[in-house]
């Protein structure tokens, strides 16, 4: 079975675990609590697993593997059925870019490292760490929102089926809803809307995490 190092609140973790749902992968979530005694991400025995002291962290047999977006690539070459990436190799590229915008562009702003270091170091208060939040993420998601507008309309991102875009969105969409950050975007909504009445992502919601609260 694949071990799931995840902290319920985390959005890289909330994408593995919907992506692997949608997998039909049988998995095991080892709770890792990045706020708890300084970070139980810090303590050693996690350090020798990933030294990057980030989740999520993925382990199948001997093997581990950090960083959603590989994880998502490893999954797709160890559980093949169903895909979660389209057919078209150029499809492929733009799901791609759109799920690295996320991962690379909006979400390392709301990194909970990252909101540490406003705080202490440069002394920002709750307001202004907010009101930065708020614009980085609106903004990443707004050019977002413009590039499905562009698409022919379809029921998800690249297509009929949710995939990897949609593992990415929905605990982007989730985090913006969390910060204040949400604006008008219909497509991105849309998308977010189904996706939600899927039990896929409905059981990786952060609140039905075994360490939630």
């Given at each position: 079975?694949?071990?799931?190092?995840?902290?319920?609140?985390?959005?890289?973790?909330?994408?593995?675990?919907?992506?692997?749902?949608?997998?039909?992968?049988?998995?095991?979530?080892?709770?890792?609590?990045?706020?708890?005694?300084?970070?139980?991400?810090?303590?050693?025995?996690?350090?020798?697993?990933?030294?990057?002291?980030?989740?999520?962290?993925?382990?199948?047999?001997?093997?581990?593997?950090?960083?959603?977006?590989?994880?998502?690539?490893?999954?797709?070459?160890?559980?093949?059925l169903p895909p979660l990436a389209p057919a078209?190799?150029?499809?492929?590229?733009?799901?791609?870019?759109?799920?690295?915008?996320?991962?690379?562009?909006?979400?390392?702003?709301?990194?909970?490292?990252?909101?540490?270091?406003?705080?202490?170091?440069?002394?920002?208060?709750?307001?202004?760490?907010d009101g930065w939040l708020r614009h980085w993420?609106?903004?990443?998601?707004?050019?977002?929102?413009?590039?499905?507008?562009?698409?022919?309309?379809?029921?998800?991102?690249?297509?009929?089926?949710?995939?990897?875009?949609?593992?990415?969105?929905?605990?982007?969409?989730?985090?913006?809803?969390?910060?204040?950050?949400?604006?008008?975007?219909?497509?991105?909504?849309?998308?977010?809307?189904?996706?939600?009445?899927?039990?896929?992502?409905?059981?990786?919601?952060?609140?039905?995490?075994?360490?939630?609260?």
């Amino acid at each position: 079975m694949l071990r799931l190092y995840s902290y319920w609140r985390s959005s890289s973790s909330y994408r593995v675990r919907i992506a692997l749902n949608l997998k039909g992968a049988a998995y095991e979530i080892v709770p890792v609590h990045l706020l708890r005694e300084g970070g139980e991400q810090h303590r050693p025995e996690y350090r020798a697993l990933n030294p990057q002291e980030l989740v999520p962290l993925l382990v199948d047999d001997d093997f581990t593997l950090g960083q959603s977006l590989a994880i998502f690539q490893y999954l797709e070459t160890r559980l093949p059925l169903p895909p979660l990436a389209p057919a078209d190799p150029r499809e492929v590229a733009r799901m791609w870019s759109f799920c690295q915008a996320i991962a690379c562009e909006i979400q390392p702003m709301q990194n909970t490292r990252v909101q540490r270091y406003l705080a202490h170091e440069l002394g920002l208060d709750e307001a202004r760490r907010d009101g930065w939040l708020r614009h980085w993420i609106g903004s990443g998601l707004d050019a977002l929102e413009e590039e499905l507008r562009r698409r022919d309309e379809s029921p998800y991102c690249f297509g009929d089926a949710p995939g990897y875009a949609e593992c990415c969105l929905v605990p982007q969409m989730y985090a913006a809803e969390r910060y204040g950050a949400v604006r008008d975007w219909p497509r991105l909504q849309a998308v977010v809307a189904r996706c939600r009445q899927l039990p896929a992502f409905a059981e990786a919601a952060p609140e039905r995490q075994p360490d939630a609260g």
